[in-house]
């Protein structure tokens, strides 16, 4: 099993930065892909960014360009950089984890309990 928890979220103004992170423990050596989901109230759960073991990244079109995702190996810990935030990006940030290794539509199997990003205009 692999658990992933979330840090980093809060409350920022709008154009205002918050730097999101995922530490993963328990059976780490399965994990490849990473990824960042968000839910807003009413919505349903999107892809933000994911990111394979060797570095390759995917984004959503709604963050490219804002968002940046990182991960390091060696401590077992996967970033998200929000920059230049929008109300629109206020949800509920979430970090998943699998052991298969790619950026677009994977079904992961690990998820963190989530953290709440608010951006007020």
């Known amino acids: 099993q692999v658990q992933l928890v979330e840090s980093g979220g809060g409350l920022v103004q709008a154009g205002g930065s918050l730097r999101l992170s995922c530490a993963a423990s328990g059976s780490i050596f399965s994990i490849n892909a990473m990824g960042w989901y968000r839910q807003a109230p009413g919505k349903q759960r999107e892809l933000v960014a994911a990111?394979?073991?060797?570095?390759?990244?995917n984004y959503a079109d709604s963050v490219k360009g804002r968002f940046t995702i990182s991960r390091d190996n060696a401590k077992n810990t996967v970033y998200l950089q929000m920059n230049s935030l929008k109300p629109e990006d206020a949800a509920v940030y979430y970090c998943?984890?699998?052991?298969?290794?790619?950026?677009?539509?994977?079904?992961?199997?690990?998820w963190g309990q989530g953290t709440q990003v608010t951006v007020f205009a």
């Open positions: 998943a984890a699998d052991p298969n290794n790619g950026i677009s539509n994977i079904d992961y199997d690990y």
């Open positions: 990111i394979t073991s060797g570095g390759s990244t």
